[in-house]
């Protein structure tokens, strides 16, 4: 019930492809999703969040697409580019806790 | 210095070492997490404080040991410990105890037990 699983592992994408990394829940209670975005030897930094009353968020390049009745969401990257390859996170919480449910995480590679 | 920062950032020890991992946050948030990251597993919860009290220790052997002495900072004390803890350990802070999904990470403390 705490899980959330995400999927590909890694993944590997010409530049300008539009890369797509999906995630799956459980909790119905969980109503904020986040993303992740690691560079070696760096810390996960806040990427873009959703919310279940909406079923799309873009922000620049980066749109989260959220499908509420089942249960997954998933981030796309537009026209990728070689500094957007790191790893990236999904995760899961609910308003007023403070456990974040992390995903195992996807290592993307760009290539130029 | 702005964000979150934590030391040292790499750090070898022997299993009956005991050493401290520290980590100081510039954003004025009220709440403090300790997590651990392995290689293709999930970040995994240690501790959560909030307003220096711990709300959490999520089921974590005694020979991790936390401390957080005010809000704006957070240890992690070692003793005794076992290769298999070898991992990155993150620290991270929210604005406050409810808002445990937006998290600002520290660029952790890569931590090699021999």
């Known amino acids: 019930q705490q899980q959330v699983k995400q999927s590909p592992q890694s993944l590997i994408v010409q530049k300008g492809g539009i890369p797509i990394i999906n995630c799956a829940y459980e909790?119905?209670?969980?109503?904020?999703f986040p993303w992740y975005q690691q560079f070696p030897g760096k810390g996960p930094a806040l990427l873009i969040a959703?919310?279940?009353?909406?079923s799309e968020k873009k922000e620049g390049r980066f749109t989260i697409s959220f499908n509420k009745s089942a249960k997954q969401f998933s981030l796309h990257i537009m026209d990728s580019q070689p500094g957007d390859s790191a790893t990236y996170f999904c995760?899961?919480?609910?308003?007023?806790?403070?456990?974040?449910?992390f995903g195992a995480g996807t290592r993307l590679f760009v290539k130029a | 210095e702005t964000g979150v920062t934590q030391t040292p950032r790499h750090l070898v020890m022997g299993m009956t070492n005991k050493k401290s991992l520290k980590c100081e946050q510039h954003?004025?948030?009220?709440?403090m997490y300790w997590y651990k990251q392995s290689a293709k597993k999930p970040l995994e919860l240690m501790f959560v404080?909030?307003?220096?009290?711990?709300?959490e220790n999520n089921s974590v052997p005694s020979r991790f040991s936390p401390e957080c002495p005010n809000s704006s900072h957070l240890f992690l004390h070692l003793h005794t410990l076992q290769p298999e803890d070898s991992a990155l350990y993150l620290c991270?802070?929210?604005?406050?105890?409810?808002?445990?999904?937006?998290?600002?990470f520290g660029e952790g403390s890569r931590l090699t037990v021999l």
């Open positions: 991270a802070s929210s604005q406050d105890y409810g808002h445990g999904g937006e998290l600002f």
């Open positions: 909790n119905t209670a969980f109503d904020y």
């Open positions: 959703i919310r279940p009353d909406v």
């Open positions: 995760a899961a919480s609910h308003t007023g806790g403070f456990k974040t449910i």
């Open positions: 954003l004025g948030h009220n709440a």
């Open positions: 404080y909030s307003l220096e009290e711990r709300v």
